[in-house]
């Protein structure tokens, strides 16, 4: 069945740095790949829209120059939180189109 | 604009009693498709159903069960015979076409199942 690999799992960070998150489907070929957000006890909250080879497509109230978006391949999107803040720290969750909506393990971020 | 409601935030019961989870939708397009995901502690979502807004007919699988209904926008969850394990969030979602190129899957609000032995 169709996987999608996320990495890191969880990550701390320091206050004004940037954290990189990884989003890999790994036995197929992920055009669309989506960027969820979920706060404790809260919902989904869909980020953004990435597509291989173009720009992202971002949901209103979403900085796009605070997260980052690159689909440079087939496979692989990542999601980079720039600058990051206490406030970033969430569960940030990754989903490729396949079929339905395959999803990543998702990575905590703690901001410090 | 597509939206989906769980009015149930949180539900508790008693192993081996029956649940049901309500979810009602709004769409304005006819072609869309109906998801249901479980998200235990550990936070990954886990694929549960997914039914196209064309097919009406209920499904089962298991101890889980679906009733989908166009007249009320509803699509309902029920689990039989409920299991500790069954414990988690569960969430409905919603995907549509938007401009006819991405179809986005926007999520309800969730709701926490807690099944005590």
């Known amino acids: 069945g169709a996987v999608v690999s996320q990495h890191p799992s969880w990550v701390i960070c320091k206050s004004g740095t940037s954290v990189k998150i990884e989003c890999r489907s790994l036995?197929?070929?992920?055009?669309?790949m989506f960027w969820y957000r979920q706060f404790p006890k809260q919902s989904l909250m869909l980020m953004a829209t990435?597509?291989?080879?173009?720009?992202?497509?971002?949901e209103q109230g979403v900085e796009k120059d605070k997260f980052l978006i690159n689909h440079a391949s087939l496979t692989l999107s990542t999601l980079t939180v720039t600058s990051a803040h206490p406030e970033d720290s969430s569960f940030y969750i990754c989903s490729a189109r396949y079929y339905g909506y395959t999803f990543g393990s998702g990575t905590r971020l703690t901001v410090v | 604009a597509q939206k989906v409601t769980q009015a149930q935030t949180e539900i508790s019961v008693v192993e081996k009693e029956d649940v049901t989870l309500d979810c009602v939708y709004e769409?304005?397009?006819?072609?869309?498709?109906l998801f249901w995901y479980k998200q235990p502690p550990s936070g990954e979502l886990v694929f549960l159903i997914r039914?196209?807004?064309?097919?009406?007919q209920n499904e089962i699988s298991g101890r889980y069960s679906w009733n989908f209904q166009k007249s009320t926008s509803s699509f309902n969850f029920t689990i039989t015979a409920s299991q500790v394990v069954d414990s988690a969030v569960y969430f409905c979602?919603?995907?549509?076409?938007?401009?006819?190129?991405?179809?986005?899957?926007?999520f309800g609000t969730g709701t926490l199942l807690a099944v005590q032995p």
């Open positions: 979602a919603l995907s549509e076409r938007t401009d006819g190129a991405t179809n986005k899957l926007i």
């Open positions: 039914r196209n807004s064309f097919d009406e």
């Open positions: 036995d197929f070929q992920a055009t669309t």
């Open positions: 769409t304005r397009d006819t072609t869309y498709y």
């Open positions: 990435s597509n291989e080879g173009s720009k992202a497509t971002y």
